[in-house]
């Protein structure tokens, strides 16, 4: 256990709706990071946060958005969504933006849009 | 930009035998790797990293990996494996100054009983 929960653990929706998924990091980590893992494009970074700010954007489509609030859980809001937007979401969390500490990662929510 | 490229999508071996996963990265100045392990259901699970220093490094259940600089690689190694160990790995990158992680496609580890 990685101390990193992510809620929901399975999500399936239809096209075209919104959905919010909640990251809350170890105890005492400030920063939070998204992954998407899908099956065409593998794992990739979404979007950073440290400390309720943006930290870092990658490949993040418009139709989602994130926050981190400040009691330090994150959200991932994906809308519109598309069958391509079938993955599974990780969430990880570090105490620091530094690049050299270690993120750990937490279980993961699998998202099936129909 | 950086990348990385796990060559091998499947690997099988028997229990008890040796283990190598590659990896290559691609990346201009110093890389910060990583070698992360995700088994069926579970998040990735860290194994080991590597910042500096010594280029041969140690991680849990008895990994290790070997920096090397002029092949750009960061091959992960077990001298004995267990049939536990079946799951998928993962290399990653990282750098100075950025945090994202970009990762590998992963290589799925299968053991033979």
Known sequence: DSGVTQTPKHLITATGQRVTLRCSPRSGDLSVYWYQQSLDQGLQFLIQYYNGEERAKGNILERFSAQQFPDLHSELNLSSLELGDSALYFCASTPTPASTDTQYFGPGTRLTVL | ?113
Do not use: M
């Not at chain 2, 690689?73 to 945090?99: I, M, T």
């Open chain 2, 1 to 113: 930009a950086q990348s990385v490229t796990q060559p091998d999508i499947h690997i099988t071996v028997s229990e008890g035998a040796s283990l190598e996963l590659r990896c290559n990265y691609s990346y201009g100045a110093t890389p910060y790797l990583f070698w992360y392990v995700q088994s069926p259901g579970q998040g990735l699970q860290l194994l080991l990293k590597y910042f500096s220093g010594d280029t041969l490094v140690q991680g849990i259940k008895g990994f290790e990996a070997e920096f090397k600089r002029s092949q750009s690689s960061f091959n992960l190694r077990k001298p004995s494996v267990h049939w536990s160990d079946a799951a998928e790995y993962f290399c990653a990158v990282g750098s100075q100054g950025a945090q994202k992680l970009v990762f590998g496609q992963g290589t799925r580890l299968t053991i033979n009983p």
